[in-house]
């Protein structure tokens, strides 16, 4: 925009309203501005105003004119039909986009050369450091889980960290910005802080040394009393009702609010806390934690929901808080859960009771850690079967409040992939060893400071067994769906992979699954120098993303040969038939257990406290009318009809095959 000198007439009209400059030849305005709205305005350094000529429509119906009222601005830049008034300190260092609307704030300033919160160490996992992550505005969960756990590769952290404080110098400023259609209001102090497009702070008790990465698509939502230092928050989340936040990076979709404190921790997409408080925590996509007796310390979660009382502990009064724990992606924690540091809990495992014997279940997902008598009890697999397990997975995808087109974390949210079914294959192996050295008739057996019940390893491994059938029957009937084979040839041929990229371990960053043999190819490239920017490191995160299912593929074609004992090479259609039988006997198998475990909620016992003061019968009514009839449940009636679409879905690929057997 071009600015020119204010006129005499207009600098009289200004002087005439109460505004006062140190020198009238350093304001400078828009050609089309007049002086109508500003009054009681003091000018020093250089500043440069737009035109006032709009109204604002405030809550309530009242309106307000465009212009500025009761400030002091100090080397700051006023877009174009903005609302400045009543900033009981003043502004400083600023370039305010225009439309933007700030009233009743302390202060807001830029004091020397700062990087908005780029480049600040959160000390996570380990809070006497040697784990930190550099924040920034472009952190993705992956970016994050390697800067924080690859350790062992000490040239690649150099890189990350040169690459992330290359990004905080260049965006580094002794002027903040405040973007366009911004609302400020009865907000405290605010330093070193610049604010995205569409952002709302509403009471903000205090913000200092940050970025609000707010836009049009997704408004970042900032409320009463909250306290944040040194902090990032992203695209579309929302923080509010006196949350406390130091060092910490907040992803894109988060809602933390209601006095929720934490420190030195990162939330990665879709996170929510409430009430309750983190501490050197790694929040990865879609942790949940409500309540306010619940602290997360020191620990890496993902997919995870954290029950009231919830805790865990990072050190044993010897050398200090240095001992870190993992709950792998969708584990859940019951009311008053304890977990003593170190541990590691396997995917989609649920953590009930106190547990301190800092076992290790990662190759045993799916599984129950129920504590008796100061015994850690694993029952595998268990949670395959679980309506709430599949319930989970149903959600997550549906709550993701992402409306921001451009996403930072690469989410996957299938429950069996390569990283769950590799393990469950690891854990069937496991159990079978159990089983073999201590016999099939002892009642319980040893793992990793776990107890396993005979009865409970014996099932966990027909879990196990049930569960890998479908995942691999999946893959196979997806890779050879709405194809009529006219020969045996021409099915081998197409199960031929249209990569070798997938081929052996698969692991999952923070949400992001993965070839490992992709993720090591990245990390080198990062070492050599070959990537040296975040874009270009996001950009191998989507297109990894992009591959999964052609990645998946290569993985699942070698385990089919051999977790059945087939060869590529002479594999027949009476030989895919056999596993297309297995898959259909596993998914119905699965479903017919989701079905019972369904029922459950259904029973007499589910209706205690229902019928006040009446009989059985009126006992039932309440509860079918506040919790509906077993049959007309929506998650019973799809796994009803999923039952029947996997079933035609099998019969069709077996007539498709018979062709070639004629």
Request: charged share 20%; aromatic share 8%; hydrophobic share 35%.
């Amino acid at each position: 925009m071009d600015y020119r000198k204010l006129t005499e007439g207009e600098i009289q009209r200004l002087q005439s309203q109460a505004c006062r400059a140190d020198d009238w030849n350093q304001v400078f305005v828009a050609d089309a501005f007049t002086p109508d709205h500003v009054h009681h305005t003091c000018f020093s350094g250089t500043v440069r105003l737009g035109v006032f000529t709009t109204l604002f429509t405030l809550e309530g119906g009242i309106r307000k004119h465009a212009g500025l009222r009761h400030v002091s601005l100090h080397n700051v830049t006023v877009g174009d039909d903005c609302c400045i008034e009543n900033v009981h300190n003043y502004i400083a260092n600023y370039d305010i986009g225009a439309n933007t609307f700030i009233s009743n704030v302390d202060v807001l300033l830029v004091d020397g050369i700062t990087r908005f919160g780029n480049g600040v160490e959160a000390s996570v996992l380990n809070e006497t450091g040697g784990r930190e992550v550099l924040i920034n505005d472009k952190l993705s969960a992956h970016h994050a889980y390697i800067m924080a756990l690859y350790r062992h590769r000490p040239e690649l952290i150099e890189r990350l960290k040169s690459i992330t404080d290359y990004y905080a110098q260049k965006h580094a400023s002794d002027r903040g910005t405040i973007g366009h259609d911004v609302i400020i209001v009865n907000s405290g102090a605010i330093k070193n802080v610049r604010v995205g497009d569409c952002c709302r702070i509403h009471g903000a008790s205090r913000l200092s040394n940050g970025s609000l990465n707010s836009n049009r698509e997704a408004p970042v939502h900032i409320g009463h009393g909250v306290i944040c230092d040194d902090f990032i928050v992203s695209s579309g989340s929302h923080i509010d009702d006196g949350a406390m936040l130091t060092r910490c990076f907040v992803g894109q979709a988060c809602r933390l609010g209601h006095n929720y404190s934490a420190s030195d921790s990162l939330f990665f997409s879709n996170c929510q806390g409430e009430n309750g408080e983190a501490c050197a925590i790694f929040a990865g996509p879609f942790t949940v934690t409500h309540h306010k007796s619940t602290l997360l310390i020191a620990g890496m979660f993902s997919f995870m929901n954290a029950g009231s009382g919830s805790n865990q502990s990072n050190h044993m009064y010897k050398l200090g808080p240095i001992h870190q724990g993992t709950l792998e992606r969708g584990a859940k924690t019951t009311s008053d859960s304890y977990l003593l540091w170190p541990a590691r809990v396997g995917a989609f495992s649920l953590v009930m009771g106190r547990h301190v014997t800092h076992s290790d279940t990662t190759n045993l997902p799916f599984s129950y850690l129920i504590e008796q008598n100061n015994t850690t009890y694993l029952v595998p697999g268990v949670n395959l079967r679980s309506v709430g397990t599949i319930r989970d997975a149903q959600k997550w995808p549906k709550r993701d409040a992402r409306t921001d087109s451009n996403r930072l974390d690469f989410i996957n949210y299938n429950l069996l992939s390569p990283y769950t079914v590799q393990k469950m294959m690891k854990g069937r192996d496991i159990l079978l060893g159990l089983r073999k050295a201590s016999g099939e008739l002892s009642d319980i057996y040893s793992y990793h400071s776990t107890k396993i019940r005979n009865s409970s390893l014996v099932k966990g491994i027909r879990f196990y067994e049930t569960a890998i059938h479908k995942f691999l029957g999946n893959s196979l009937i997806k890779r050879l769906e709405g194809i009529d084979f006219t020969s045996e040839a021409e099915i081998r041929a197409r199960l031929v992979p249209d990569t070798s990229t997938g081929v052996g371990e698969w692991v999952d960053i923070a949400g992001l699954i993965a070839p490992k043999s992709e993720i090591d190819a990245l990390l080198c490239s990062i070492e050599s120098g070959s990537i040296n920017r975040l874009k270009g490191i996001n950009a191998e995160f989507a297109r990894m993303h992009q591959n999964y299912y052609t990645y998946e593929w290569t993985w699942a074609y070698e385990q089919l040969q051999a977790f059945y004992g087939l060869d590529a090479d002479t594999l027949t259609a009476r030989e895919v038939i056999g596993l297309v039988e297995k898959w259909k006997e596993a998914v119905i198998g699965l479903d017919h257990l989701l079905y019972n475990d369904a029922k459950k909620e259904f029973s007499m016992a589910s209706m205690t406290g229902f019928g006040a003061d009446g009989t059985r019968q009126e006992k039932e009514q309440d509860f079918e009318q506040v919790r509906g009839d077993f049959e007309s449940n929506p998650f019973v009636r799809a796994v009803i009809q999923h039952m029947g679409e996997k079933d035609d879905l099998g019969d069709e690929l077996i007539e498709r095959l018979k062709k070639v057997l004629h």
